[in-house]
């Protein structure tokens, strides 16, 4: 029973001016109903439109709150019953420029914990180069044409390459870049799928990867050629490196549903609830590690005097610092305006 309908309806009233922004957002198909917190939060608006309208009814109020009330529920009921045609047809650049920068600031937890292992890996990657006589063919070991030349070796060599060197690569780089790609993405899948290890897989192969990433980096800057390895990395790595730590970030994903921390939902509805997120960050994984290999078998591969070093930091930065707006801001504007009032 109503007692005050007028504190009723200014108490009430907040709550059916989100359902009507929810269903526009549904209609207009900007509203990401794929997140199940979403998906939760309209539902709870419906219900407590449908229970004020019963109320509304039992208290004989005036008849356009009723009509008003009425609409309300039929359209939402309309809405909502048939969003599941929007939700299934699939719009790529949508997903692209919104979704996938959401999920990623979602888990971004699992984002932290990648980088924080692989920043470890790299730290001790560095103290094996350093530690003794022995440490660099150790750390280095996996790449054998990098451990059996010095660094100032390998850039003599790359700057004096032969035209014939370089017409040779040209032949092969399209393979080379389809290489790269198909390699990479394994990478990716593989810290993904060993999420199944409860995390244990995940976080082996990103403290490994830290390690021939940080002996690599250390040897070529105690070696005198930084200017060197930013243009060699930064062009390629401003997306490869962060693409194979959200590689890690889903795997971490992965095996917090399979052990459920903080829930107490079953396994299977676990699983359901972060299969949209796993296969959302995989997917823009995958768009990541198709653009790095492309700039690294034709840009990349390209050193000084045929390219300068500045033009390639450069071009890598730029790369980074656009990457890093993407998935920080992607998404946020639409975000905010579909947030709970």
């Known amino acids: 029973m109503i007692i005050d309908l007028a504190r009723f309806v200014e108490k009430e009233r907040p709550h059916w001016k989100a359902l009507e922004k929810a269903l526009d957002g549904i209609q207009s198909q900007t509203l990401d109903l794929s997140d199940l917190k979403e ?5 709870a608006l419906f219900q407590r439109a449908c229970s004020d309208l019963a109320r509304v009814g039992q208290a004989n109020a005036e008849p356009e709150l009723r009509i008003y009330l009425e609409a309300l529920v039929a359209r939402g009921y309309g809405e909502i019953h048939s969003a599941q045609t929007y939700v299934s047809r699939f719009r790529p650049l949508h997903w692209f420029l919104r979704i996938f920068p959401q999920t990623f600031r979602r888990q971004v937890w699992a984002f932290y914990l990648s980088v924080t292992l692989t920043a470890v890996g790299m730290l001790v990657g560095g103290i094996l180069l350093v530690a003794d006589s022995d440490g660099r063919q150790v750390a280095l070991s996996p790449f054998p044409h990098v451990a059996n030349q010095t660094p100032s070796e390998r850039v003599a060599d790359e700057e004096k390459a032969e035209r014939s060197k370089l017409e040779m690569f040209e032949e092969r ?3 080379f870049s389809a290489g790269l790609m198909a390699n990479n993405i394994g990478v990716s899948i593989k810290a993904m799928a060993l999420g199944l290890t409860w995390g244990v897989g995940t976080a082996l192969l990103l403290f490994y990867n830290g390690v021939i990433l940080g002996a690599v980096c250390l040897d070529y ?12 990395l930064l062009p390629h790595g401003s997306f490869e490196i962060p693409a194979i730590l959200i590689g890690g970030q889903a795997g971490f994903v992965l095996a917090r549903a399979l052990i459920g921390w903080g829930t107490r939902d079953g396994i299977r509805s676990r699983l359901r609830i972060v299969v949209p997120d796993l296969a959302t960050l995989i997917g823009g994984v995958a768009l990541m590690l198709v653009w790095a290999g492309i700039v690294e078998a034709f840009f ?11 033009v ?7 790369e980074l ?3 890093t707006a993407f998935l920080w801001l992607g998404g946020a504007k639409g975000q905010n305006k579909e947030a709970a009032p």
């Open 321 to 323: 610092c656009l990457l």
């Open 300 to 310: 990349s591969q390209y050193h000084a005097p045929i390219l300068p070093y500045w």
């Open 312 to 318: 390639k930091i450069t071009f890598g930065s730029g």
């Open 173 to 175: 780089k399209t393979s």
């Open 221 to 232: 800057m105690l070696d005198g050629q930084t200017v060197f390895l930013l243009g060699w």
């Open 39 to 43: 998906s939760r939060r309209v539902l």
